[in-house]
């Protein structure tokens, strides 16, 4: 990016950390635990060492880092077909950024932009983040019958471990890897 | 602050990697080979900081040149670079990582321009954050729960789902009691290893479902990955 244009998006995304209804979009697509953007100015270049050579940049960078469920395809088509308006919005100032639809062209563009990670680690391998969500209604409901239960007649334990069936019988599905189609 | 999203922390880091032209295996690919040979999983580094949701690490060789009519610029050091997710504060984080996992820490780090190592855990604190570069914009899904209280929830989940199948059809005294057995054991069962495949999740009563629909003869579940 020009080194102008990263005000732009700096201060696209100081809107987007205030108005939260703008991150609705991202928050129910479901698959993605942590994503951040950093931006790094072109004199900004962590220098922890005199003895380094300074780096003389004309760019400021965009990094994007995402973890997400799936697969690299299943991510980008989603992106593609749900955030477009916003993922243009961010990368539009970006050098030759060729627009997130048509998908093809925005494919070849990430992955000519993208690094490959060298090490990766998760502490919940298989659990997506609608597992991670369901996993913690679960939890929330389990913790509250715990409770009522206290004192409670069997035939009104019974009621009350029958709403709580129904209250997590949607929270209750499968984790581990996921079906692959492409 | 950008780097923090409810509990969870953001942290970037771009550590610059020595050059050295007479080395018989240049920094960047001797980070590279130790990060190849790291454990996964549950045996990871980052297990042991028990806090990280999330960590990866990557080598930047160079920035990206898009083509014309783009300035083509080339970076004069490569980047380590380090994104973790974690609960809690940065400082705590950093310390954990020089006392808890000091070998690996020094195995990675000791390519960099400017590492101090571990054995002064301050000097390592600082020089990490004198690498860090702030989150422009963060974004965590689950932002109010630790590593624990997921891995716990995942738990209960996969242990409810199974409570539930066990109990069908139970007289209201028996599953009154069938429950308070089932999470006093719940509450007595340690936290989930983290970064185990499989165990954060249902595992268990999956394999009974698909059972279910499947004959086995010798009564043998399968595991969860077969």
Known sequence: MKWWKTWIVRLFFLVLGAIKPLQRDLVQLSFIHFARWVIVKRNAFPHPAQEQPVEELKYDYLLFFSNFNGTWNQYIDAFSAVLSRGLNFIWRWSEKFPGSVPVTPFKQYIARCQFDTDYYYTAYPYATTNDVKAAHRVQAALEALEKQSVGMSPEEFASAYLRFLVTVQCDLGETGRAPVGT | ??????????????????????????????????????????????????????????????????????????????????????????????????????????????????????????????????????????????????????????????????????????????????????????????????GRPGKGGPPRIATKMRWATRSYSNGEVPTPNE
């Open chain 2, 1 to 194: 602050m950008a780097n923090q999203s409810g509990n969870v922390y953001g942290l970037t880091i771009l550590s610059p990697i020595l050059q050295d032209t007479k080395a018989e295996t240049s920094h960047n690919c001797a980070i590279r080979i130790k990060l190849a040979g790291l454990p996964r999983g549950e045996s990871s580094p980052f297990a042991k900081v028990s806090s990280t949701h999330m960590a990866r690490l990557v080598v930047m060789d160079d920035v990206v040149y898009v083509g014309m009519p783009s300035c083509e610029e080339h970076l004069k050091s490569q980047y380590l670079v380090f994104e973790t997710n974690f609960d809690g504060d940065l400082e705590t984080y950093l310390a954990r990582m020089a006392r808890e996992i000091p070998a690996e820490v020094d195995a990675v780090w000791q390519h960099c321009w400017g590492y101090p190592g571990v054995s002064e855990v301050s000097a390592f604190v600082a020089y990490m954050k004198k690498c860090q570069v702030p989150t422009t914009f963060y974004f965590a899904d689950v932002n109010n729960k630790t590593v624990e209280q997921t891995l716990r929830a995942l738990q209960a989940q996969a242990a409810v789902a199974e409570f539930i199948e066990r109990n069908q059809g139970r007289t209201t005294t028996e599953l009154q009691k069938s429950f308070a057995d089932f999470v006093q054991k719940l509450h007595n069962t340690p936290p989930p290893v983290p």
